[in-house]
């Protein structure tokens, strides 16, 4: 079993962070058709991202018009 190294998971997890909202949920539906350890740790780190989108967006959201 293979997996990302640290050098690896920290280049993709800035990656992902820099997509806009639309790219990332096209790269969770790309991501998703590939098969592998690798691509499986990628998928983590896409939907961890969304995840912590829309709890930002929720928690701050109702902020934004101030």
């Known amino acids: 079993m293979s997996s990302l ?4 998971r920290a280049a993709l997890t800035a ?3 820099a997509c806009p909202d639309k790219s990332l949920a ?3 539906a790309a991501v998703a058709a ?3 350890d690798k691509a499986d ?3 983590i780190i896409v939907r961890d ?5 829309a709890r ?3 928690a701050f959201g109702p902020l934004l018009p101030l």
């Open 5 to 8: 190294s640290a050098a690896h």
């Open 15 to 17: 990656v992902v962070q």
């Open 26 to 28: 096209t790269l969770g």
């Open 34 to 36: 590939l098969r592998g």
């Open 41 to 43: 740790e990628l998928a």
């Open 49 to 53: 991202e969304a995840r912590d989108r």
């Open 56 to 58: 930002r967006a929720t």
